[in-house]
C-alpha cells in the first residue's frame, strides 16, 4: 500500500511533524523521506522541517507518490519557486516531440524522456535520450543556476537509468591545499552548446575556439546561501573547447580542470539512486552535488517529470 493510499483511509490529520521520518543513506549525502504524503496538505511546520533536511542532506527522496497531472509543482514548492528548466526552451525550439506533440507540459516542467516522436523508446531522440549522463550540475551555463531540481518517475525501464550524486561541500574540504590555492578567486567559462548527454543542442552553433564557447563566468568555489558552506562548483565538461578557467592558457586550464573533476567525482563522495520506481520523486541541490545517469536500456520506455527551483546569484567563496 502506498503512502498516499494509507492517508486515505484515515481521518487522521497527515503530513504532521511528529510523522516524518528522515532517513539517511548513509553515504556521502542523500537521505529517504517517509511519513510524508505529498497529495495531501503540508503543514508548514512539516515544510520546515523537509527544508531543514534538504539542507542537511542535498538530495531527498520520497517513495509511492501518486501526484496527478503537474501537481509534482506543488511538492517542489516547498522548497522554492519553480521555474522554467533552461533545457526546455531548447526543446521547445528544436521542436522535441513525444507522441506527435511539442513539450506538451507546464512552461516550468520539462520532460527526461527516451521516446521519439511516436512514442516510441529510442536511444537518440534529440535530447538526453538513452545515453549515458556524465557527472554535472544542472543548468550552470545560465547567470543565475537553479537552487535544485526535482524529478517524477512516470515510466521507469527494468535497466539502466540509475541516477548518482556527488557532495561538493566534501569534495571542496578535501582538496588538496595546492589546489585550494590553484582555484582560489578564480572563474569558469561554462559551456551552453552541448546538454548533459553530449549533444549539441537545437540552434546552437558547436563552438571551435574559446572565444566562441558561450556562457556565464561563475567561480570555481561558491558558498551556499543557506548553509553558508563552501562547495566546487564545476558545473559540466565536454571534449574542448568547452568550460575554461579564465586568466589561464589553454593547456594550464585544462591541467587544472582534469585534476579537480579527477578529485570531485570520485566514489567516496557519492550515492546512487539506483533503484527508480513510479512514483518515486528525488529532489537535489545543485548548488553543493553535482549528478550523473547511466545508460538507459533503448528498448524500455523511461519518462520522468523535471522542474527546477529558482535559484540566486552564485556567491564566490
Known amino acids: 500500500m502506498t503512502t498516499a493510499q494509507v492517508s486515505q483511509t484515515s481521518n487522521q490529520p ?7 521520518q528522515i532517513i539517511p543513506t548513509g553515504a556521502a549525502l542523500g537521505a529517504e523521506i ?22 542537511d542532506h542535498l538530495v531527498l527522496l520520497w517513495r509511492g507518490q501518486q501526484l496527478p497531472d503537474l501537481s509534482f509543482l506543488e511538492a517542489a514548492g516547498i522548497f522554492g519557486k519553480t521555474k522554467e ?8 525550439e528544436g521542436g522535441y516531440k513525444v507522441g506527435g506533440k511539442v513539450v506538451p507540459l507546464h512552461p516550468h516542467v520539462s520532460l527526461i524522456s527516451n521516446l521519439d516522436e511516436e512514442g516510441h523508446p529510442v536511444m537518440n531522440n534529440g535530447d538526453l535520450g538513452s545515453y549515458e549522463v556524465v557527472w554535472h550540475s544542472d543548468n550552470s551555463y545560465v547567470e543565475q543556476p537553479p537552487a535544485g531540481s526535482m524529478l517524477y518517475a512516470r515510466i521507469i525501464p527494468t535497466r539502466g537509468g540509475e ?22 578567486g578564480r572563474h569558469q567559462v561554462h559551456d551552453a552548446s552541448r546538454n548533459s548527454a553530449g549533444i549539441l543542442r537545437p540552434t546552437v552553433k558547436l563552438p571551435t575556439t574559446p572565444e566562441e564557447v558561450l ?16 562547495a566546487l562548483y564545476l558545473g559540466r ?11 589561464l592558457s589553454n593547456s594550464d586550464s585544462e591541467q587544472l580542470l582534469d585534476a579537480l573533476w579527477a578529485h570531485a567525482t570520485q566514489p567516496k563522495y557519492a550515492w546512487g539512486h539506483r533503484d527508480w520506481r513510479v512514483g518515486d520523486l528525488v529532489l537535489w541541490d545543485n548548488r553543493c552535488a553535482m549528478h550523473y545517469r547511466s545508460e538507459v536500456d533503448s528498448t524500455q520506455v523511461r519518462l520522468l517529470y523535471r522542474t527546477v527551483i529558482t535559484g540566486e546569484a552564485v556567491i564566490a567563496g
Open 34 to 55: 517517509r511519513g510524508l504524503d505529498l497529495s495531501q496538505p503540508v503543514p508548514e511546520a512539516s515544510k520546515v522541517l523537509l527544508r531543514q533536511a534538504w539542507a
Open 237 to 247: 565538461r565536454r571534449d574542448w573547447p568547452s568550460n575554461y578557467i579564465v586568466g
Open 85 to 92: 528548466p533552461a533545457a526546455r526552451k531548447y526543446q521547445v
Open 215 to 230: 556562457g556565464p563566468q561563475h567561480p570555481l568555489v561558491r558558498v551556499h546561501p543557506v548553509t553558508g558552506k563552501k
Open 163 to 184: 541516477t548518482f550524486f556527488s557532495n561538493q561541500y566534501q569534495a571542496y574540504d578535501e582538496l588538496s591545499g595546492d589546489l585550494k590555492q590553484a582555484i582560489a
Open 14 to 20: 497527515v503530513n504532521q511533524p511528529q510523522d516524518i
